[in-house]
């Protein structure tokens, strides 16, 4: 995976009003994607999103691990204004570390493929 930054920290100035009315709004799912699997140690996720598709603002409480099973081009927005644009390959892994304040984010396939990713969520 290659993250670019378009977008710096406390930046809102380019981002669209109904972004910032869904921060304001301020009701994040814990929801990652579909749950494929789940016991008292992980819970398996899939995200899949065709162009132009996006997940909704959620908020993530534990660290993942990530498999994507398509090349891919995401952009993802944090609610603290941060944009970064996130190239994926098939059969790339990555690992997203929860950081405090920085754990709410949206993901939009801005590619012209659709996107498959399964997450492993390390449940606390």
């Known amino acids: 995976m290659i ?10 100035k ?8 869904e921060i304001k709004n301020g009701r994040f799912s814990e929801a990652v994607g579909e749950v494929l699997f ?6 398996l996720w ?3 999103l065709k162009p132009s598709e996006r997940i909704p603002f959620r908020i993530h409480n534990n660290n993942y691990s990530c498999t994507s099973f398509s090349d891919g081009l ?19 892994t990555f690992f997203w ?4 304040n920085e754990n709410i984010h949206d993901l939009e396939n ?4 659709s996107v498959r990713i399964t997450i492993i969520e390390e449940k606390l």
Request: hydrophobic share 35%; charged share 30%; no cysteine.
């Open 38 to 43: 789940e016991n008292s140690v992980i819970k």
């Open 14 to 21: 380019s981002w669209p009003e109904s972004r910032l009315k």
């Open 110 to 113: 801005v590619g012209e493929t």
């Open 3 to 12: 993250l670019t930054e378009l977008n710096q920290k406390g930046n809102f």
């Open 74 to 92: 995401l952009v993802s927005r944090n609610v603290n204004g941060e944009i970064v644009l996130l190239r994926i390959k098939k059969g790339g």
């Open 46 to 48: 899939e995200i899949l």
């Open 97 to 100: 570390e929860n950081k405090a």
